[in-house]
């Protein structure tokens, strides 16, 4: 089936420690975007990429990385940097020929241990 | 960056009754897009709309396009029990990024 994959659904961190959410699409799309949502709020951007080995923060991207090798793969580090990092993550990815039109992986929960 | 106010922030109905929900914005936009999340799982697109003034149905779902391209609407008719969700509003601008700002959501809620 073609669509956007998120590994893990749920991922503890221990203090001081980096952890990666991995996003797969097989949609051939050019675009992958990181967003993070807290409870009651908005999607707020982290990083996008519009084209490979290429990348750009977004709103919120301290104490984030990322990495865009492959064209199917943009991991989202989440480094000891980000004092507050509980919160759903969400990947998207778009294509041009579909209107930029974002499509939503299923997302990771990402607790604090 | 920019700030979409959605409203109403939630909404609690009794199945059958109609729903509308709203975004406004300070900024125009080019696209505007409703999407549904359900919990624990990432949002679905649900409607995108493309010209000002346009009106888009799908299925009991209807939204509009503002004419002014700073205000969007969704229209839920015939309410049932699976239209419980988070729905969100988007807004692509221009660009070469063409990223999305959200509205912060409105929960509903259907009573039986």
């Known amino acids: 089936d073609g669509g956007i994959t998120q590994s893990p659904k749920y991922l503890f961190r221990k203090e001081g420690q980096n952890v990666t959410l991995s996003c797969e699409q097989n949609l051939n799309h050019d675009a992958m975007y990181w967003y993070r949502q807290d409870p009651g709020q908005g999607l707020r951007l982290i990083y996008y990429s519009q084209i490979v080995n290429d990348f750009q923060k977004g709103d919120i991207a301290e104490g984030y990385s990322v990495s865009r090798e492959k064209k199917e793969s943009f991991p989202l580090t989440v480094t000891s940097a980000q004092k507050n990092p509980t919160a759903f993550y969400l990947c998207?990815?778009?294509?041009?020929?579909?209107?930029?039109?974002?499509?939503f992986g299923a997302g990771t929960r990402l607790s604090v241990l | 960056g920019q700030q979409l106010n959605q409203s109403p922030q939630s909404m609690f109905i009794q199945e059958g009754e109609d729903v509308s929900m709203n975004c406004t914005s300070s900024?125009?936009?080019?696209?505007w897009l409703w999407y549904k999340q359900d919990p624990g799982e990432g949002p679905v697109l649900l409607i995108a709309l493309y010209k000002a003034g346009e009106l888009t149905s799908n299925g009991r779902l209807t939204a509009q396009f503002g004419i002014t391209r700073k205000d969007s609407f969704l229209n839920i008719s015939a309410s049932i029990p699976s239209d419980v969700g988070i729905y969100f509003c988007?807004?692509?601008?221009?660009?070469?990024?063409?990223?999305?700002?959200f509205g912060s959501g409105t929960q509903l809620t259907v009573l039986p």
């Open positions: 900024s125009i936009f080019n696209t």
């Open positions: 998207a990815s778009a294509a041009r020929v579909s209107k930029n039109i974002q499509y």
């Open positions: 988007a807004g692509m601008g221009i660009g070469s990024a063409r990223q999305l700002t």
